[in-house]
């Protein structure tokens, strides 16, 4: 529903107190200037910057009020004659002046006595931050993100001709690009594309897209190089995620995500990224650390913020790297925070548990016993997979490839790898390559994780046998068949990532 629409449902039905939250305040106000022309309702606007106006003649409408004094401009509602139209007073980043007792005061006694008066008192702001005395007298309505639809009508008066704007699978993909940016964004985006590629084109788009995520501190966008033909073995693990993603539009279920367990170093980064630009999807990198923030209420708002940016982004792949590196230790955590981490950790569940938006969820854990036995249930996740240290088979790939990187002899001898990761390979032909000497010289600069961890990664071994899928082969992984089976393994494009 737009925007107009809610508010004409919510001034029709007497509410007199309504907090829009808006990242694009210009065209919220348009919206309203136009629905009270329609309606023939009054409507005034007022910012401490420009001060009071009317939305119509564009002048102030009383001189006796101070145009920058937030009192005055509240307490201007009532100074409206009631005429039986709806009045409405649109008040534009109000939030950061509630610290006072006379502002809000005054808020708290135009919205009781406005239903009477067909007067509406409406808080225009980026985030919704109701002072306790006010939290019962106002709604809150959303001015959502431009739809895919209006996305269109955005690009098509950009685009003045006709070619420019094409159809089909190619619209698609400029609109993938641009859905989870605002109208100023899109604008942007779009205009920058016609200047640099005469046309509208998806990689102008990203880049831009990539910069507003930056932005917002909390999310990245990765569009890089990598891609199955990379990997060698995973074989159930890539299945599973390209099934479970095939395009069919008579699908009614949503795919929702995979958890990826396993031992540091085996591939889990690498093959979350490469998922995206195999299935033709962005993938969005989430930093659960960044989300805890230092002010009361600032964690829950990162949290809402960044799984709004998210769901707004949709199609995509969602990457959260070591999560329990962020949620650990939740289940005791009021002791320390207050409850931050847990109210944190129960958004998180909700949203994984209940999103309807277009978004496969690749989580990654190096260590499981720190996890929130919650997050491991059913319908938070369509599986859990588990990734083993590689087998001697697995491992002659992975050396082929980095000796042909590093430029190193194929046919120097190779050393011990008995219990080596994929980013432990990658290391020792670095090594050889950066201190020029042999490769099984360097390699008594490498010590493997299973050797500093061995007591993790031999209990991370036994908690998932049994209990997780193999990344490997159909069924469920025990190290009994892992053991005896005949290994296949990745060939990682960047084993150094988990």
């Not at 980013?423 to 493997?448: D, F, K, S, T, W």
């Amino acid at each position: 529903m737009r925007l107009a629409e809610e508010i004409q449902e919510l001034v029709r039905a007497g509410f007199s107190g309504i907090w829009v939250r808006s990242c694009e305040q210009d065209d919220a106000i348009a919206e309203l200037a136009q629905l009270c022309r329609d309606e023939d309702w009054r409507m005034n606007t007022w910012d401490i910057d420009v001060g009071l106006r009317g939305a119509q003649t564009d002048q102030v409408d009383s001189p006796a009020v101070s145009v920058t004094d937030p009192l005055g401009a509240v307490r201007y509602l009532e100074s409206i004659p009631s005429n039986g139209q709806p009045s409405l007073l649109v008040l534009s980043n109000l939030h950061r002046l509630l610290g006072s007792a006379e502002v809000v005061q005054a808020i708290f006694h135009q919205v009781s006595q406005g239903k009477a008066h067909q007067r509406f008192l409406v808080i225009l702001a980026p985030v919704v931050q109701l002072p306790v005395e006010l939290e019962r007298v106002f709604t809150v309505v959303e001015h959502e993100l431009p739809s895919r639809e209006q996305l269109t009508e955005i690009a098509t008066d950009i685009a003045t001709e006709g070619d420019e704007f094409p159809t089909g699978v190619e619209r698609e993909r400029i609109l993938d690009a641009a859905c989870g940016l605002s109208r100023y964004e899109a604008e942007n985006a779009f205009a920058l594309s016609l200047v640099r590629h005469g046309r509208l084109e998806p990689s102008a788009i990203w880049q831009l897209k990539s910069q507003t995520l930056i932005k917002s501190g909390l999310l990245s966008l990765h569009r890089g190089g990598e891609s199955f033909a990379e990997f060698g073995g995973l074989e159930s693990l890539k299945q599973f995620c390209c099934q479970a993603l095939r395009s069919d539009e008579s699908r009614s279920v949503q795919a929702k995500g995979v958890l990826l367990l396993g031992v540091p170093g085996t591939g889990k980064s690498a093959f979350a990224k490469a998922l995206g630009r195999e299935i033709g999807r962005p993938t969005l990198t989430l930093d659960a650390g960044a989300l805890m923030g230092g002010i009361v209420g600032q964690t829950e708002e990162r949290t809402r913020r960044a799984l709004e940016i998210i769901d707004a982004m949709q199609p995509a792949v969602l990457f959260i790297d070591e999560l329990e590196k962020a949620l650990g230790g939740t289940t005791n955590s009021g002791q320390a925070d207050s409850g931050v981490g847990s109210r944190m950790l129960g958004t998180l569940l909700t949203w994984l548990a209940d999103h309807e938006s277009d978004v496969f969820v690749i989580a990654t854990s190096n260590d499981v016993s720190k996890l929130p036995p919650e997050l491991t249930r059913a319908e938070r996740f369509d599986a859990i997979f588990f990734l083993d240290l590689p087998g001697k088979s697995q491992k002659e790939p992975i050396w082929q490839m980095y000796l042909e990187r590093f430029g190193l002899d194929p046919s120097q001898g190779l050393p011990n790898d008995g219990s080596w990761t994929g980013a432990e390979i990658r290391a020792c032909c670095r090594l050889a390559a950066l201190l020029n000497v042999p490769l099984v010289q360097a390699a008594q600069n490498v010590v493997p994780v299973a050797v500093t961890s061995a007591e993790s990664v031999e209990r991370l071994r036994n908690w998932a046998s049994g209990r997780c899928l193999s990344a490997e082969s159909d069924g469920v992984f025990t190290t009994t068949t892992q053991a005896t089976r005949k290994p296949r393994r990745r060939l990682t494009q960047n084993p150094e990532s988990n």
